[in-house]
C-alpha cells in the first residue's frame, strides 16, 4: 500500500505525460496474490494468537481425581467447582486452584528405617478450615499436601485430625520378634 501511495504522491507533483502514463500503469499492477495472503494471513494469526491467550488465562483443565475451587479476588469468597473438564472463569476476578484427591502414602522414617506408614487423602468436605489453616495457593502443590497430610497424619495421637485428612489405613509399628500388620 505504500508504494502506491507514493506513486499517487508522484502522480500529483508531476506534469510531464510520460512520467503521467507511467505511474498510472504502476498503479494499475496491483499484487491480487500478495494482498489475498495478508488479508487473510494477519486475521488468521492473530485468532490463533488470541485463542492462546484465552486458552492459557481463561480456561482450566480439571481432572476427574481433582478437587477444584475458585476464589474471588474482590471478596475472598470460594466455590467449589464440582465437575470434571474444562472450566472458564475471567482471571481478572477469579483465581482458580486444585488439590489432588488421590491417596498417597506417607511414611515416618529414622535411620532409613521406616517407623509408621500410613495411606491418607485429602477430604474434600474440610476444603474450608484447609484454606483458613493454609491459604488457597498451598494445594495447588502435590508436594505441599502431602507433606501438609503427612504433619497431621502423625501428630494425632489417638485424637479425631482436621477435617481434610482422611486415613484411609496405617502400618502399625510393633516390637521387632512381632510381625507388622496392616489396620484398615
Known amino acids: 500500500m505504500v508504494p502506491f501511495r507514493k506513486n499517487l504522491e508522484i502522480l500529483q507533483h508531476t506534469n510531464n505525460r510520460n512520467e503521467r502514463k507511467i505511474v498510472e500503469e504502476q498503479t494499475k499492477k496491483i499484487d491480487w496474490g500478495n494482498m489475498a495472503k ?8 492473530v485468532a490463533i494468537i488470541g485463542w492462546f491467550i484465552y486458552r492459557s488465562l481463561w480456561v482450566t483443565s480439571i481432572e476427574s481425581y481433582e478437587l477444584a475451587f475458585s476464589r474471588d479476588r474482590a471478596t475472598g469468597k470460594i466455590e467449589v467447582i464440582d465437575h470434571s473438564g474444562n472450566t472458564t472463569r475471567n482471571p481478572l476476578y477469579y483465581k482458580v486452584h486444585k488439590i489432588d484427591l ?3 502414602q506417607v511414611t ?10 500410613k495411606v491418607v487423602s485429602f477430604d474434600p468436605t474440610g476444603l474450608t478450615s484447609f484454606v483458613q489453616l493454609y491459604g488457597c495457593d498451598t494445594g495447588d ?11 497431621h497424619a502423625f501428630t494425632l495421637n489417638g485424637v479425631k485430625g482436621p477435617p481434610f485428612l482422611r486415613v ?17
Do not use: C, F, W
Open 38 to 45: 495478508m488479508m487473510i494471513g494477519i486475521p488468521t494469526l
Open 102 to 104: 488421590r491417596p498417597v
Open 108 to 117: 515416618l522414617t529414622a535411620n532409613g528405617y521406616t517407623l509408621a506408614a
Open 141 to 151: 502443590s502435590t508436594d505441599n499436601v502431602t507433606e501438609i497430610l503427612r504433619y
Open 168 to 184: 484411609h489405613s496405617e502400618l502399625i509399628s510393633v516390637q521387632p520378634s512381632q510381625s507388622s500388620q496392616i489396620k484398615p
